[in-house]
């Protein structure tokens, strides 16, 4: 039998019948270093005290039951070996010292008790605002809708989701913005906008392109892509679903995503870096030199970005007034301008896309001794003796 | 020890206190930078949005140029390392794809070899700590930044995701900024903000939620008592200090909190004056810190 070891869990505990609000405990827990988290917890509950609350059902990381906060990090608790979990609490830890594995419930959620959070008003509500089935074209065919395996491959990464909810509880967007749709919510979304059988595409995009608090209110943060435990990379998702409404279905949506992106992507291609004086002005008010007028959100957008301009130029952040027009910016230098023209040219007929999910990684060609090495062994003598 | 560097776009632009106190800083501590002028921008995920393969070739073409010098290559952009190693990570993962995007790069002359000898892309934060080393930059140490409360503040590409930033083999990556700052002789700031998102993606999509997302951060950091942040990311800057006035607006409380670029703190502690830095070029005063070093002389 493997050793055991001492852990203390220092779990944040709620009790609502109680009037005090929430509070840490400690428990100490003694089990081998490669069980889990969740193993500590049902070991202190069963141990010290029954009233602790934790949520918990398969405990192999396939119910999506256990979702906690383990030293800071969203994440299923029975994935998480209490072992790492000490040392991930210990890694500033002075010599001499111990601090204990920190054990919180998710957030952007409210807690009903202990370590169990309410999934039905955040959760499950965000993922019913995306309509989450299947909208085909009303009649119903004799047997099933047969469509190529290829064609279904590129939604297989969001059907792996087992909502547990870790992204969300990860997430930084929704920390800042409680109404944000949210990452889990708009991972099902791709799962139904990828699928050929779905009929409602441009709709489902238009939805949440439009919605001040959906496709664009993400910020690119990853935590949600860390969090995850079954590789779903939602913000990966999100990101396709950006590309799918702006580019493949150009939706103009009132949150400026499209054309900040495309205002970016224009910019790159006729100068090579970023000119950021320029990127504001097209994001809000795309071919205002000539003669479009900004729509009233764009206008609004413009004027909010003023002030923030203005202390740039008195301090000399922004060097010049020259800097906010247009073409002061330095091109690259000789042809290399040119090449990146090339680039544009050659990407935008091909348009590659690679989800390593789907694909992995390719296997490194092993080294001839390698090979030698991994081929079944007569004798179990070491291979210097070979 | 010599390098292949890569400034970035903002770091040209709005930041040019970047850029230039990072050219004082590697001067001194002897670090020869030759920079890729004919690179071009990452593509800052947001091109990588519009079109994977053509963020992919965009910086094939830097990796290549960089490959050309035969030396490793460095960023001073948290957002150049996570768009860039992204990247780099499809490149690496299939080579059909690789020799597909070369065959553009053979226009120029160049190509993106993987795994070529001696080829890393590193921001200046992980060469300082990895290639540098801690005890050689505090031997260069003259004026130590003691009493110097710093709160580090990394920027999300350069911590998430872990897979794709080599934390298997260098784990302890999101822990750099803490251990610069005790090398320079500064007193870190633990606080709640320091690996989330200083909101800057969503600035011109969600200017609420971005904001709100700076205005806390700094906040929990002056709570803590910070007297200043630090950053690898200028992009963080941009939301944190250039847009500070507005995001203490959103937040509704007073801030004025500096934000120092990395090489800047590291400038500092070398015996750079604020001023040489650029740090007069900053929106929220960086007044504070000078003062506080003024008793410690150079």
């Known amino acids: 039998m493997a050793e055991t070891e001492q852990y203390t869990l220092q779990v944040r505990r709620f009790k609502p019948e109680e009037e005090h609000g929430p509070y840490w405990q400690e428990f100490d827990v003694e089990l081998d270093p490669t069980l889990s988290v969740l193993d500590g917890l049902l070991q202190a509950k069963d141990r010290d005290d029954g009233s602790l609350a934790v949520r918990c059902s398969c405990r192999a990381a396939i119910c999506g039951s256990c979702g906690v906060k383990i030293n800071g990090q969203s994440t299923l608790a029975c994935l998480t070996q209490i072992g790492e979990a000490h040392e991930s609490a210990n890694r500033r830890t002075p010599d001499g010292e111990t601090k204990p594995i920190v054990v919180e419930p998710m957030g952007n959620m409210p807690v009903i008790k202990d370590l169990v959070t309410d999934m039905e008003s955040t959760h499950w509500t965000k993922i019913r605002r995306v309509t989450p089935w299947l909208l085909d074209d009303g009649d119903p065919p004799e047997r099933e809708r047969i469509v190529p395996p290829e064609s279904m491959v590129d939604i297989t990464q969001t059907i792996a989701c087992i909502q547990c909810g870790a992204c969300v509880s990860a997430c930084l967007s929704m920390e800042a913005d409680p109404e944000f749709i949210g990452p889990a919510a708009l991972a099902k979304a791709y799962r139904f906008v990828g699928d050929p059988r779905d009929v409602e595409t441009r709709e489902r995009l238009y939805d949440l392109a439009q919605d001040p608090h959906g496709i664009y209110d993400c910020t690119h943060c990853f935590a949600c892509v860390d969090a995850c435990p079954k590789g779903v990379a939602p913000m990966d998702q999100i990101m396709r679903l950006r590309r799918r409404a702006a580019d493949d279905e150009e939706i103009h949506d009132r949150n400026n995503g499209r054309n900040h992106e495309r205002a970016f992507v224009k910019i790159i291609e006729k100068k090579g870096t970023l000119d950021e004086a320029l990127l504001l002005q097209e994001s809000y008010a795309p071919g205002v030199k000539g003669k479009l007028i900004p729509k009233p959100s764009a206008i609004k957008g413009l004027v909010g970005s003023l002030p923030t301009a203005a202390r740039g130029l008195r301090t000399g952040k922004m060097r010049s007034l020259p800097k906010l027009i247009p073409g002061v910016h330095p091109k690259l230098p000789g042809d290399a301008q040119e090449r990146v023209k090339r680039i544009y040219e050659h990407a935008e007929e091909h348009g590659t896309e690679i989800n390593l999910y789907i694909t992995g990684e390719e296997e490194v060609e092993p080294e001839p001794d390698e090979e030698e090495f991994s081929q079944p062994e007569v004798s179990p003598g070491p291979k210097e003796s070979e | ?298």
Not at chain 2, 132 to 148: H, I, M, Q, S
Not at chain 2, 155 to 171: F, Q, S, T, W
Not at chain 2, 252 to 261: E, F, K, Q, T, Y
Request: hydrophobic share 40%; charged share 20%; aromatic share 6%.
């Open chain 2, 1 to 298: 020890m010599k390098l292949a560097y890569w400034p970035g776009c903002v770091s040209r632009g709005f930041t040019t206190e970047l850029h230039g106190s990072m050219a004082l800083v590697a001067e001194r501590l002897g670090i020869e930078l030759i920079t890729l002028d004919r690179a071009n921008c990452c593509g800052a995920g947001v091109i990588a949005e519009h079109n994977q393969e053509l963020a992919d070739t965009l910086n094939a073409r830097t990796f290549a140029l960089a490959q050309q010098t035969g030396l490793g290559m460095m960023n001073i952009c948290s957002t150049c390392q996570g768009a860039q190693s992204e990247c780099q990570q499809r490149l690496d993962a299939d080579s059909a794809y690789r020799a597909h995007i070369n065959e553009v790069l053979a226009g120029e002359g160049i190509e993106y070899v993987k795994d070529a000898d001696g080829f890393e892309n590193k921001n200046f934060l992980w060469v300082l700590v990895e290639d540098y080393g801690l005890d050689e930059l505090k031997a260069k140490v003259t004026r130590p930044l003691a009493g110097l409360r710093v709160g580090p503040f990394y920027g999300c590409y350069i911590v998430r995701p872990k897979y794709r930033l080599g934390y298997e083999e260098h784990p302890n990556r999101d822990l750099y900024l803490e251990t610069v700052i005790e090398a320079l002789g500064g007193e870190v700031v633990d606080y709640d903000g320091s690996r989330k998102c200083c909101g800057f993606p969503v600035i011109t999509m969600n200017r609420e939620t971005s904001l709100r997302q700076a205005g806390t951060h700094i906040g929990d950091a002056l709570d803590q008592g910070a007297d200043c942040l630090v950053t690898p990311c200028p992009l963080c800057h941009l939301n944190l200090d250039m847009q500070q006035p507005e995001a203490a607006k959103v937040v509704d409380r007073d801030l004025g909190l500096a934000v120092l670029h990395l090489p800047q703190l590291v400038g500092l502690a070398l015996g750079y004056e604020p001023k040489q830095l650029g740090m007069n070029r900053h929106i929220a005063s960086t007044e504070w810190v000078g003062e506080r070093l003024a008793g410690v002389p150079a």
